[in-house]
């Protein structure tokens, strides 16, 4: 990066699956991220809404209740890594000298995404889905799932351990959608409905809607903004697409090869200048436990075949060594698209911060985020405490 | 006879006899000696210019799972209660996720499958519209 960037603000509107407009959702998330940093929306010089669903100009629309700046406002689309990609381009419209802050802000309401929509052949039944649209994302974690236990002889006990883990986590967040009432059991996430073997209902991300926004700065906003805490380095930013892998598959890219997160990760690790061992807490795309798991060794938490240990040993649950998903994930905390990677910025923050209360990791020092987009791009970011 | 067409052109052949297995199209890039599915403008790898080719109707089942949600684009769980998903390696080393007939009990990682139409819907002219799915391959 030419300029070091900071992130001096983050702000939330809670993931919900009750109906809350989503102009307001945007509005509460935009306004307090903006209080957290100590700045106005005069002071933003570019804006990065990030949303899958929803319609021409939406963010735009929703933006002018913030304040009529006549700065650049962009939409960012990028599936799941939607938000994360609306940080990255901010985090680079700073860097690049483009602005001295800038905001992501993203939103999302899952209830309102449907399949691909685009102009049948003709003859073709329009209510019929297309060859390359017939399978459900579930279906492809849950095969991911199947193909590790017969090679890694991971048991469904392990998924369902990885879930109430991040069940659990997300009852002290109060921006999780999922907040349980009592000490989730991997029996009780066992028990649930089957989805799609060998994940229950409770193994599935939480599917609501939500926004969320973080605020980056140079330097000396930065120090100017800091009111006394620590401050929050952005060291890596990385994006990746495909390369091609053997057993490649082009349709219904959801999953993506598994090649995708280590590289992506490496190129963020070389970035920051640290590796794997310097993290304090991770957060990753855990749609489906077999995901978080997976990524325990796709990111080099530990070896090739261990993460199933590293998750019985209890490393990767607040007080662990090295904590995953510590607001709930996407499996409690919720994955409305769009803001999904923005919440993870948003936890990522206060925890270097030491503003997370029950969730809190001790002594963070080092903050990774991960999102995959459609399995087709790979997002990761490190923050530090600067 | 029933006529069956593919759902869409460019996947898929269907032989109108039933003797004849369906097979699907994929591209074959010379330069990179790979087989891709579905059909690629070029190759992702060298950018070269690829062929269309029929990929074999039979390959072995590399994952597989038993969904009990409603499939893409409806909102009923299938009466039997749910509906297998796999993914098929080809001899070619193409790499398919399809809809598998049968019970979760009856799916083994490295079963030979075998891919057929499968009808999406039928035309006033009775024309069968179809995709496609795999089937186990019974054994002797």
């Known amino acids: ?386 | 006879m029933t006529k069956r067409v593919p759902l869409e052109e460019g996947y898929m052949v269907i032989p109108e006899s039933s003797d004849e297995p369906c097979r699907l199209l994929g591209s074959y890039s010379k330069a990179a000696d790979k087989h891709y599915f579905p059909i690629r403008k070029r190759c992702p790898i060298t950018e070269k210019d690829v062929e269309t080719v029929e990929l074999s109707p039979v390959g072995e089942l590399y994952s597989w799972s038993f969904i009990r949600m409603p499939k893409m684009g409806s909102r009923k769980v299938d009466s039997g209660g749910g509906y297998g998903v796999g993914q098929i390696d080809l001899p070619e080393g193409v790499r398919i996720q399809s809809v598998i007939d049968g019970e979760q009990e009856d799916f083994k990682i490295g079963m030979k499958m075998q891919l057929v139409a499968n009808p999406m819907y039928t035309a006033e002219d009775g024309t069968q519209y179809c995709g496609f799915k795999f089937v186990p391959v019974k054994e002797g």
């Open chain 1, 1 to 386: 990066m030419n300029r070091d960037v900071y992130v001096i603000g983050v702000g939330m509107h809670r993931f919900t699956k009750e109906y809350v407009p989503i102009r307001d959702m945007y509005f509460t998330a935009g306004v307090e991220a903006l209080k957290d940093a100590g700045i106005d929306f005069r002071d933003v010089g570019y804006l990065y809404n990030g949303y899958i669903g929803g319609t021409m100009m939406e963010g735009t629309g929703y933006a002018k209740d913030l304040g009529l700046t006549g700065i650049p406002v962009v939409h960012v689309e990028n599936a799941s890594a939607t938000g994360s990609s609306a940080f990255r381009e901010a985090v680079w419209a700073v860097s690049g000298g483009a602005s001295d802050v800038a905001m992501a802000l993203g939103f999302d309401d899952m209830a309102r995404m449907g399949m691909a929509r685009r102009k049948p052949a003709p003859g073709v039944d329009r209510r019929v889905p297309s060859f390359e649209n017939t399978l459900l994302p579930a279906g492809f974690f849950a095969m991911w799932a199947v193909r590790r236990m017969h090679e890694a002889g991971t048991t469904v006990e392990t998924y369902a351990k990885i879930a109430a883990k991040n069940w659990n986590h997300g009852r002290h967040n109060p921006m999780a959608q999922r907040r349980a009432d009592h000490e989730v059991t991997a029996e009780e996430v066992l028990a649930a409905d089957m989805v799609a073997y060998p994940h229950t209902a409770m193994m599935a991300c939480a599917s609501g809607a939500g926004a969320a926004c973080a605020i980056v700065a140079t330097e000396e906003w930065a120090k100017k903004h800091a009111n006394g805490r620590p401050m929050v380095k952005v060291t890596a930013s990385q994006l990746c697409s495909e390369v091609y892998t053997d057993g490649h598959i082009f349709m219904g890219a959801v999953v993506g090869p598994a090649y995708s997160t280590e590289r992506t990760a490496k190129l963020a690790y070389e970035e920051a200048g640290i590796g794997p061992d310097d993290l304090s807490l991770v957060h990753v795309h855990d749609a489906f436990p077999i995901e978080e798991l997976m990524y325990y060794e796709l990111l080099g938490i530990c070896g090739p075949g261990e993460g199933d240990k590293l998750l019985h040993d209890g490393e990767t649950q607040i007080g662990g060594r090295i904590p995953f998903s510590t607001d709930g994930g996407l499996i409690a905390r919720g994955h409305p698209g769009g803001p999904t990677g923005l919440a993870q910025v948003w936890d990522a923050t206060r925890q270097l911060r030491g503003e997370q209360g029950k969730i809190q990791v001790e002594g963070a020092q080092n903050a990774l985020v991960h999102m995959m987009g459609a399995g087709s791009v790979c997002a990761v970011h490190i923050l530090q405490k600067a």
